[in-house]
């Protein structure tokens, strides 16, 4: 009971705390004005292409930073002004900001936005895929589809328009030429991808993030585990994917850029294969270097995973 108590008291304080900190952050901060639609995005990579559908039209906020992992996350204070002041949020949706934790659940009901009217799954019209040892949880990781991808962008594209009809002509200009090559990138990789050997079609990397992926390029994706938590690299974990591994022709596995390398390099020293590149799945790459956008991301690691599989 005195432990309830006391979470009950920190938790209260900190939302005092918050409260505190975005009212009197408005009310001390002068109008920019601005005329552009204030957008927030959980994480980098809808960031991203929240900024290629809407153009000079937006000023975009990214709440988890580049190379952080969005699935538990704690929101600082200026992800929580940002919240508030914004006129559009965009989560991925599909379990991976609202599971867990839910911290952007708690985000949204602390800031007074709603799911929606302000608040959208960029992943509205995907079809999902579930976890493979839980059948009734969503694997989030859509964007790694390059078609979905496509309809990430239609779906922001029809809420920036609902939003801001003046500018709808722009969104729709924007979203289409980005569409466009966005599914050339998706159609080379389909036919690339089919001249390889069956053999050779397994995708082996530290979390089970890659199910939209190979269901696109006709790839078997092996992991250490389902998803980052706790739970990583575990010797039961080990063991399973050293079992897969042993079946195949494959001479190279790959680790991703979210996550500890440690896992997967004891994974490569006991199956004498070599770790062969690091591959984005949940965030884009520190600005300025490869993988920086949602397509040079996309295409770093179909450029990698082909790479290696077929060497």
Same mark, same amino acid.
């Given at each position: 009971?005195?432990?309830?108590?006391?979470?009950?008291? #920190?938790?209260?304080?900190?939302?005092?705390?918050?409260?505190?900190?975005?009212?009197?952050?408005?009310?001390?901060?002068?109008?920019?004005?601005?005329?552009?639609?204030?957008?927030?995005?959980?994480?980098?990579?809808?960031?991203?292409?929240?900024?290629?559908?809407?153009?000079?039209?937006?000023?975009?906020?990214?709440?988890?930073?580049?190379?952080?992992?969005?699935?538990?996350?704690?929101?600082?204070?200026?992800?929580?002004?940002?919240?508030?002041?914004?006129?559009?949020?965009?989560?991925?949706?599909?379990?991976?900001?609202?599971?867990?934790?839910?911290?952007?659940?708690?985000?949204?009901?602390?800031? #007074?936005?709603?799911?929606?009217?302000?608040?959208?799954?960029?992943?509205?019209?995907?079809?999902?895929?579930?976890?493979?040892?839980?059948?009734?949880?969503?694997?989030?990781?859509?964007?790694?589809?390059?078609?979905?991808?496509?309809?990430?962008?239609?779906?922001?594209?029809?809420?920036?328009?609902?939003?801001?009809?003046?500018?709808?002509?722009?969104?729709?200009?924007?979203?289409?030429?980005?569409?466009?090559?966005?599914?050339?990138?998706?159609?080379?990789?389909?036919?690339?991808?089919?001249?390889?050997?069956?053999?050779?079609?397994?995708?082996?990397?530290?979390? #089970?993030?890659?199910?939209?992926?190979?269901?696109?390029?006709?790839?078997?994706?092996?992991?250490?585990?389902?998803?980052?938590?706790?739970?990583?690299?575990?010797?039961?974990?080990?063991?399973?994917?050293?079992?897969?591994?042993?079946?195949?022709?494959?001479?190279?596995?790959?680790?991703?850029?979210?996550?500890?390398?440690?896992?997967?390099?004891?994974?490569?020293?006991?199956?004498?294969?070599?770790?062969?590149?690091?591959?984005?799945?949940?965030?884009?790459?520190?600005?300025?270097?490869?993988?920086?956008?949602?397509?040079?991301?996309?295409?770093?690691?179909?450029?990698?995973?082909?790479?290696?599989?077929? #060497?």
């Amino acid at each position: 009971m005195k432990k309830l108590l006391i979470t009950l008291l #920190g938790v209260s304080a900190m939302l005092w705390g918050v409260h505190h900190f975005v009212t009197t952050r408005a009310a001390s901060q002068p109008a920019t004005g601005t005329d552009k639609l204030q957008v927030v995005a959980t994480n980098s990579i809808l960031a991203d292409l929240v900024q290629e559908v809407g153009g000079s039209h937006v000023a975009v906020y990214s709440i988890v930073r580049r190379g952080v992992d969005p699935h538990e996350y704690e929101p600082r204070p200026s992800d929580v002004a940002a919240d508030a002041e914004a006129d559009l949020l965009f989560h991925n949706g599909l379990n991976l900001e609202t599971g867990g934790s839910g911290w952007f659940k708690k985000l949204v009901t602390t800031t #007074g936005q709603a799911f929606g009217k302000t608040v959208f799954a960029a992943s509205e019209g995907v079809t999902p895929k579930h976890l493979t040892t839980n059948k009734a949880e969503v694997d989030p990781h859509a964007w790694l589809d390059l078609e979905n991808g496509v309809q990430y962008v239609r779906t922001i594209q029809r809420r920036l328009s609902d939003a801001d009809p003046a500018n709808a002509a722009a969104y729709q200009q924007n979203a289409d030429a980005y569409a466009d090559k966005l599914m050339a990138l998706h159609e080379a990789a389909v036919a690339k991808f089919a001249r390889l050997p069956e053999n050779r079609r397994v995708l082996v990397t530290s979390e #089970g993030a890659f199910k939209y992926f190979g269901a696109a390029y006709g790839v078997t994706p092996t992991y250490i585990w389902e998803i980052n938590t706790e739970s990583q690299g575990t010797p039961a974990q080990l063991q399973a994917v050293l079992g897969k591994l042993a079946a195949s022709s494959g001479k190279h596995v790959f680790v991703e850029s979210s996550v500890s390398p440690k896992a997967m390099q004891k994974v490569a020293k006991e199956s004498g294969r070599t770790i062969y590149a690091k591959l984005f799945t949940d965030s884009l790459a520190a600005a300025g270097t490869t993988g920086d956008t949602y397509y040079t991301m996309m295409k770093w690691n179909l450029d990698q995973i082909y790479a290696g599989l077929a #060497g």
